[in-house]
């Protein structure tokens, strides 16, 4: 069985020396950037905007997956993929019309995500998992790096492959917040292919070494 693909957060990065971070991710074994926009509105944070994005996009050398904690992101789905995503994920919870930008987003020829809040039940996404490339599982309530780990997550997990396969999917499961090498292979056990981890990388000793042993227990 292949691991599951890493995704390091960019937003527990030292932004005084991103380009050194984004280059360690480059030449790690990590899958994807991680990246988390937060407006104050939706989320009680502000993180960063489109100029560090744009920043971001033209050192990695991997696939930029977007995370927007944002209130009506159908504003600027255009812009996102100007700026070089290549995932772009929105919250249910932001979405009047889900199905419409799910549409927008792929027009604009990006993969389109859906990120769930731990409040939030699988079930709303009945309907939509075939139009989906990926569902975000929030692990913590989003907002900020460094929280505990909601153990719920793991029900929801479930409950979301089971949704996948009875529909006949080909949706990604993509777990975001306090990952780390305690609940990585748990995760993946329960059907998780894509985890994000932000603190966990960029706060250890050696992040490099981090994001194998990451990929590795998720074997
Ligand atoms: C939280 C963000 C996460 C965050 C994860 O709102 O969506 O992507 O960076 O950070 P850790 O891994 O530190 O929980
Ligand atoms: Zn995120």
Redesign the pocket.
């Known amino acids: 069985m292949s691991s599951s693909l890493i995704a390091p ?1 960019i ?2 990065a030292d932004f005084a020396n991103l380009q050194r971070d984004i280059e360690m991710v480059n030449t790690s074994q990590a899958d994807w950037f ?1 990246i ?1 926009i937060m407006d104050g509105v939706f ?1 009680p944070n502000i993180s960063f905007g489109m100029p560090v994005l744009k920043a971001i996009t033209k050192h990695a050398k991997k696939t930029v997956d977007v ?1 927007l ?1 944002i209130v009506d992101p159908d504003r600027y789905i255009k812009t996102f993929a100007e700026l070089g995503s290549d995932i772009l994920t929105v919250h249910y919870e932001a979405c009047t019309h889900l199905h419409r930008t799910l549409q927008a987003i792929k027009s604009e020829g990006m993969k389109a995500g859906v990120a769930l809040n731990p409040h939030t039940n699988i079930n709303v996404l009945e309907d939509t998992i075939q139009d989906i490339d990926l569902v975000c599982i ?1 692990s ?1 309530n ?6 505990s780990f909601i153990e719920n997550t793991y029900n929801k997990v479930k409950q979301l492959k089971a949704l996948i396969t009875s529909k006949g999917a080909a949706t990604k499961i993509e777990i ?4 780390t090498s305690a609940n990585a292979k748990a995760l993946k056990d329960a059907g998780a292919d894509v985890l ?5 990388v960029f706060r250890s000793e050696n992040p490099s070494k981090t994001i194998e042993e990451l990929k590795h227990i998720t074997v």
């Open positions: 957060s937003l527990a991680h988390d989320v995370h904690m929030m913590v989003p907002g900020f790096g460094g929280q975001d917040g306090g990952v994000v981890a932000g603190s966990f």
